[in-house]
C-alpha cells in the first residue's frame, strides 16, 4: 500500500511487518462506526478505500466533526501513543470503506523479518502526526469565528487558497457539523451569502465573488 506511513518501504518489507503484527483488513458499511467514544485504543487504522469521519457527538444530539480523512490517510494513531485510555471521538465511515488494522503491538515491539524499517515507520509516522496537528489547528481557527457568517467565510477562504473557486466531498449536514451549527442555519446564510454577492454556490462547489468582502468577515 502506497501512503505516508509507509514511505520508502517496499510492498515485500510491508506484507512482512503486518503479517508479523497480526494487521487485517476490515469493511464498514456507510454510517457504520470503526470505533466509538470509550473504546479502549487497541489499534490504529489506515483508509484503503472509502472515506471515514472523524466527530464528536454529545449528549444533546449535537455533533462536532473535527475533521474526514480518505483513502491512504491514517486515523486513531495518536492515542497509541499518549496515556489516554478510550477515545474521545468517534469513526463513522462516510461510505463502503475498507480500512486496515494496525494493533498497537506494531509500533511497541519489533518485526524479526523487517525490523529495521520499523525506524522508518516511526519518522513517517512523526509526518503523519504533525499533519493531523494542522488540521485540528485549522478548526481552531475556524471556529474562532464568533458568528456564523465569519466562520463561512473563514472556510471558504482557507479552502479556496489563492484560487477563486473550489468543490468540496462534505455533503451540507457534514459541513454544517464541521462550521458548530445546524443544516438549515447553514442552507439560509449561505443564500444570504450568495445574495449579498459575496459567493456563489453549488451543490457541492463555491466560488467567491468578492474576496474583499468575505476578507473583512473573516479578520
Request: one cysteine or more; a negative charge.
Amino acid at each position: 500500500m502506497q501512503c505516508r506511513l509507509f514511505q520508502d518501504i517496499t510492498e515485500e518489507e510491508q506484507e512482512k511487518m503486518l503479517t508479523c503484527a497480526e494487521a487485517r483488513d476490515r469493511e464498514f458499511k456507510p454510517g457504520e462506526y470503526i470505533f466509538r467514544q470509550g473504546d479502549a485504543p487497541n489499534s490504529m487504522f489506515v483508509i484503503k478505500k472509502g472515506s471515514v469521519m472523524i466527530c464528536k457527538d454529545f449528549a444533546s444530539g449535537k455533533r462536532n466533526v473535527l475533521f474526514t480523512v480518505y483513502e491512504k490517510d491514517v486515523f486513531g494513531e495518536m492515542f497509541l501513543f499518549s496515556d489516554e485510555k478510550e477515545y474521545w471521538y468517534d469513526a463513522i465511515a462516510c461510505e463502503p470503506t475498507v480500512v486496515l488494522e494496525i494493533p498497537r503491538k506494531f509500533f511497541y515491539g519489533f518485526c524479526k523479518n523487517a525490523c529495521h524499517k520499523h525506524q522508518t515507520v516511526v519518522r513517517n509516522m512523526l509526518d503523519v502526526q504533525s499533519g493531523k496537528n494542522f488540521l485540528m489547528t485549522r478548526k481552531l481557527y475556524l471556529l474562532s469565528g464568533k458568528t456564523l457568517k465569519e466562520r463561512i467565510a473563514m472556510w471558504v477562504l482557507d479552502s479556496a487558497g489563492e484560487g477563486d473557486s473550489f468543490a468540496t466531498d462534505m455533503k451540507r449536514e457534514e459541513l454544517a457539523d464541521y462550521l458548530g451549527t445546524t443544516r438549515p442555519s447553514l442552507s439560509r446564510e449561505l443564500m444570504n451569502m450568495q445574495d449579498e454577492g459575496l459567493i456563489d454556490v453549488g451543490k457541492a462547489t463555491f466560488k467567491i465573488k468578492d474576496r474583499e468582502g468575505l476578507e473583512y468577515f473573516a479578520e
